[in-house]
């Protein structure tokens, strides 16, 4: 038998790829990825670290806003909607991804499963 195929996140800052997660396990509510950056993560990478620190730490709102506004998406490899909220937790060249679908992602989530087979 081969394989099983992986999941692949592709990480979003708006509309720019800036990383690839591949999931290597999971652990309701996390996911656990392995990070493979692409251009543009180095920038947020220290954005990232500084926003967990803070929340870890009841630290200041600040780091965490500016994570937020990074407008980060995970769009799965699998097909359906972005997902739009979105911590993410570095641990070097590891994740760890804790995600929920919004109210709109849900809709749009239950249509895509829900669709008829095309006709080939």
Known sequence: MGEEARTVFVLLRGRQPVAEL???GDDF???YCEIRPLPGFEEIRPILVTAWESAMNNGPIWPILRMKMLRL???PSYG???IKHVVL???GDRATLRYRYGRVSLRRFQRWRNRKPRRG
Do not use: K, W
Request: no cysteine.
């Open 22 to 24: 591949e999931v290597t």
């Open 29 to 31: 509510p996390h996911t």
């Open 73 to 75: 998406r995970l769009r």
């Open 80 to 82: 359906g909607p972005l």
């Open 89 to 91: 937790i570095l641990d």
